[in-house]
């Protein structure tokens, strides 16, 4: 690789190489150790192209969700089933990965400002800003980078643009499907609200059981289907149509929190 070799955004790439190195390293225990992540699919990510896959997804915390995708991404592209075992996948990651996150957040201190730099692909929200809602127009140059990202490789997004769950899918995904016609991948998680805090950052509980489904890629008429459709069909595949929703009993709760402490994680 030559040494200033940059990706389409500017960044240099053995920069970019090491920090996800580093921050693999770091984050590793987090769905290993301290919790451990179950995952399914794993065998899809190999499947994939090179360029112009878009990953849709639940969204859980600001930036623990993320890590662990780079985690199992680069374990599945290194041969690994279904597991994160031996961290040497991440000596040779898979660079063209990025993700979706809003400006503001990326801009918000030194740490978000080096996880940026590792595949950020920053966006102005259109109805959320500095913890009000606004409503502005969608920057055309917002589109266009992902566009641009998705050109060059793999990209994550988070439809609802919230850690709420059950949150209206925001329009604009459907745009860039219909846009750039790429492999859409569904991604389903869970426990990762329960283990960390809201930014992801801190473990805020132990033993968790985390879980991270892979699904087949959206068979979508690109031409055809309309704004509308696709949204749904992101609810459905991510798992947050109100359909979802239940409601439980105080039993049904008790029951699932001690069949949470009796789980086993394997080694």
Known sequence: MPLFKRNPFGHILWIKKWLIRILGVISHGRYRRFNE???EGSEIIRQLPEQNVLFISNHQTYFADVAAMFHV???ALKGRVDNINNIGYIWNPKLN???VAAGETMRSGLLPKIFAYTGSVSIDRTWRSAGKNVNRQVKLSDISNIGKALNDGWVVTFPQGTT?????IRRGTAHIIKTYKPVVVPIVIDGFRRSFDKKGLQIKKRNVLQSMVIKEPLEIDYENETIENIVERIEYAIEQHPSF????TPEQIKEQEELNEKRKFWS
């Open 164 to 168: 709420t769950a059950f949150k209206p």
């Open 37 to 39: 992540l179950q995952i």
């Open 73 to 75: 991404f680069n374990a």
């Open 97 to 99: 990965v990025y993700y």
């Open 245 to 248: 929703l239940k409601v439980l």
